[in-house]
Structure formats: C-alpha cells, structure tokens
C-alpha cells in the first residue's frame, strides 16, 4: 500500500519565480493538507482540501494556492517566491474530511536563491 | 506566545534511558494530540493518537495528557540509537477539521 508520495524531491528557484508541489494521497483517503516546515521549526498549516475546495487556510498570503483533482491528489503553487518560503513542503492525508490523523509525504525541499 | 510549546533540546540520554519529551499548550479547545517522529530529511511519522485526557501505551511508547494542566507528554522505554530523531507534538480541535498544530520539535540523540 503506497504512502503518500511528492514531488519533486528538490527544487531550486530564484527569488520572484514559480513553482508547482504535487502530492499524491495514501490509497484511499480524500483529505489533502499542505504544511511549511522551516528548518528547526515544527510544520505550519498552510491550507487544506477536500471535494476538490480549498476547506481551511492557515495564516498564508494569497502567493500560496493549491488544487485537487478528482482523483484526491493536489498541488500547491507558489507565486512571486521570496528567500523566507526556503523549507521543507510537507503534503499529509487523511481517511476523511475531520479525521485528525493524518500521514505526512516525504516532502519536497525547496531552496529559493 | 506560540499555541503549543516545546524543548527544542537537544536531548542526549544513554541507550536504555527512559525518555521524557513533553509540550504544553494555551488553547483549551484542543482535543486530539499526537506525536510524530521525524527523522533528518524525512516527513513526520505517526507514532501515537490519543483523545482528550487520558494514557496510551504501544510497545515502548507511553502518551499522557492532562488536560486540566494543558500538559502533554512522551514516554519512551529502553531507548535506542535508532529512536535518535526530532519528536513532534500536534494537536488538533474538535470540528476542526484536519488542521494540525504543531510544537517546534525536541532533537534526541540515543548514544551507545
């Protein structure tokens, strides 16, 4: 049973770029979180999906958007990239919307120069 | 003041130690805690789930939280090299969907 995957691994940008995070969710499960984890930190909510709508957004600017398909997986876009959205981009599942445990990606470390 | 708060350490206990890593938190409305274990440059790995007050125990794993003193803690037994990792805490409101909060993590290191 595949976890949750993510892609890329890791990415390298220049300041006022774009990127585009992909996340699968573990097999079955429709809820899809996104999380920043700043090196030395603890992970921070950045927003939620489920039934393809956005459901909960943490203290994120508008830069920060995302997506999910019908088949539960989601992206997480990043417009006009500073230095400070340098860090590890977690994406986590749940079985349903509300369940609280959730199981978390690998991540994809992105470095903005 | 952070919502949830946590040693960062580090933590250096012999192997066999018995480990105690703890968090508290300010917002009473809290209702679902967990522990994650994350290892370096890897995502966070559910270790324990509990609800509300109360112990559970799985294998060397013991998680308690005292509600009335917003104080949550992990106990690991007969510690080893292998456990040496950052332990988050999250928590989580009733209704609130899936939205974790989590504590800055405790470094340990489990030495030979």
């Known amino acids: 049973d595949a976890g949750v995957t993510q892609s890329p691994t890791h990415l390298i940008k220049t300041r006022g770029q774009q990127v585009t995070l992909r996340c699968s969710p573990k097999?079955?499960?429709?809820?899809v979180s996104w999380y920043q984890q700043a090196l030395g930190q603890g992970p921070q909510f950045i927003f939620q999906?489920?039934?393809?709508?956005?459901?909960q957004r943490g203290n994120f600017p508008d830069r920060f958007s995302g997506h999910q398909f019908p088949n539960y997986s989601s992206e997480l876009n990043v417009n006009a990239l500073l230095l400070g959205d340098s860090a590890l981009y977690l994406c986590?599942?749940?079985?349903?919307?509300?369940?609280?445990?959730?199981?978390f990606g690998p991540g994809t470390r992105l470095l903005v120069l | 003041q952070k919502e949830v708060e946590q040693d960062p350490g580090p933590l250096s206990v012999p192997e066999g130690a018995i480990v105690s890593l703890n968090c508290t938190y300010s917002?009473?409305?809290?209702?679902?805690f967990m522990w994650y274990r994350q290892y370096s440059r890897k995502g966070p790995e559910l270790l324990m789930y509990?609800?509300?007050?109360g112990n559970k125990e799985d294998g060397r794993f013991t998680a308690q939280v005292d509600k009335s003193s917003k104080y949550i803690s992990l106990f690991i037994r007969d510690s080893q090299p292998s456990d040496s990792a950052t332990y988050l805490c999250?928590?989580?409101?009733?209704?609130?969907?899936?939205?974790?909060?989590f504590g800055t993590g405790t470094q340990l290191k489990v030495e030979l």
């Open positions: 097999s079955g499960h429709d809820t």
């Open positions: 509990t609800y509300s007050s």
């Open positions: 917002n009473s409305a809290f209702q679902y």
């Open positions: 999250a928590m989580s409101v009733t209704g609130g969907g899936n939205k974790l909060t």
């Open positions: 999906y489920y039934e393809e709508e956005e459901r």
């Open positions: 986590a599942s749940s079985l349903e919307w509300g369940q609280e445990t959730q199981y």
